[in-house]
T-cell receptor, first 112, second 115 residues
Framework: RKEVEQDPGPFNVPEGATVAFNCTYS??????FFWYRQDCRKEPKLLMSVYSSGNEDGRFTAQLNRASQYISLLIRDSKLSDSATYLC?????????????FGTGTRLKVLA | DTAVSQTPKYLVTQMGNDKSIKCEQN?????MYWYKQDSKKFLKIMFSYNNKELIINETVPNRFSPKSPDKAHLNLHINSLELGDSAVYFC??????????????FGPGTRLTVL
């Protein structure tokens, strides 16, 4: 089992739709969680951190489920500009150090 | 204002050559990283340096050697390049190491093609 797994997609949704992605992680000692956005041929950029109580930033909501070991990202009222790959990242303590492990990303296409 | 910069942006070279990629950050961060993103878009950490000290050294061939002359720079030297080294290499930095909620800032990437 991979340490961090995501459905690669693509998720093709119409503008205005609500879409959700999940990301599962295998290390129960994982400490912190993130969603990054990566546009085509660009570098990843932090979208939002994921806190235990869940957090929201405009149209984006992130949640953490420690019992089932997954994080989720919900995008409401999708815009064309939301089309990108969404990478989850998990920060885990292993072998005496923290390690940032990325999922392979979920590709989102918002269609006009 | 460039936060994390890498040079070159594109690198096309022949198998067997030796090449270097340079990275600089002006954010004052303590920790820098090298990641490799392959054709399947999997982003995998290669190395991490904290204040010029090697912290993470993942299982990469010893043809890859990072060098950190100071905490603002982390260069990657690759010897005897192979076809499988073709990928995008991202440099990144964060404040205070891979701690609890330290955001990673990525450079624009270096697209390496080995022919």
């Amino acid at each position: 089992r991979k340490e961090v797994e995501q459905d690669p997609g693509p998720f093709n949704v119409p503008e205005g739709a609500t879409v959700a992605f999940n990301c599962t992680y295998s290390n129960s000692a994982s400490q912190s969680f993130f969603w990054y956005r990566q546009d085509c041929r660009k570098e990843p950029k932090l979208l939002m951190s994921v806190y235990s109580s869940g957090n929201e930033d405009g149209r984006f909501t992130a949640q953490l489920n420690r019992a089932s070991q997954y994080i989720s990202l919900l995008i409401r009222d999708s815009k064309l500009s939301d089309s990108a790959t969404y990478l989850c990242a998990v920060n885990s303590w292993a072998s005496g150090t923290y390690k940032y492990i990325f999922g392979t990303g979920t590709r989102l296409k918002v269609l006009a | 204002d460039t936060a994390v910069s890498q040079t070159p942006k594109y690198l096309v070279t022949q198998m067997g050559n030796d090449k270097s990629i340079k990275c600089e950050q002006n954010l004052g961060h303590d920790t820098m990283y090298w990641y490799k993103q392959d054709s399947k878009k999997f982003l995998k950490i290669m190395f991490s340096y904290n204040n010029k000290e090697l912290i993470i050294n993942e299982t990469v061939p010893n043809r890859f050697s990072p060098k950190s002359p100071d905490k603002a720079h982390l260069n990657l030297h690759i010897n005897s390049l192979e076809l499988g080294d073709s990928a995008v290499y991202f440099c990144a930095s964060s404040q205070g190491g891979v701690g609890t909620y330290n955001e990673q800032f990525f450079g624009p990437g270096t697209r390496l093609t080995v022919l």
